[in-house]
């Protein structure tokens, strides 16, 4: 029903950038909402950043806005996540996922992490000091 293969992970020093792409196929208009999570040493699965892809509202983790650049390219079916100033701490596997919109208190969203229901196989970072 959804499928979702990320591609670019790779090795880079610190300051440097990388650009994940994830391939989105889908066969409902249920799934609105791509996002890229995240998971670090120590620490459990985060979410990074998510686009609605009908609205392309976008959200982000607080930390994390700045330096990370979720995008898509409709025609391609690609969400990308543009990755800059990277530091030792971003190292992990990024996954892409899918779900619906969500509840989050104010509005159906995309911002509400815990509800994603569709998952890549996740890309390996890794930044070098």
């Known amino acids: 029903q959804v499928q979702l293969v990320e591609s670019g992970g790779g090795s880079v020093q610190t300051g440097g950038g990388l650009r994940l792409s994830c391939k989105v196929s889908k066969h409902t208009d249920r799934i609105k909402c791509v996002a890229w999570f995240r998971e670090t040493p120590g620490k459990q699965r985060e979410g990074v950043a998510s686009?609605?892809?009908?609205?392309?509202?976008?959200f982000y983790a607080d930390d994390l806005q700045g330096r990370f650049t979720i995008s898509q390219d409709r025609g391609e079916g690609m969400v990308s996540l543009q990755m800059n100033s990277l530091k030792p701490e971003d190292t992990g596997t990024y996954y892409c996922a899918a779900g619906e919109r969500e509840w989050d208190g104010n509005r159906f969203s995309c911002r509400v992490w815990k509800k994603y229901g569709y998952w890549g196989q996740g890309t390996q970072v890794t930044v070098s000091s």
């Open positions: 686009i609605d892809t009908p609205s392309d509202t976008l």
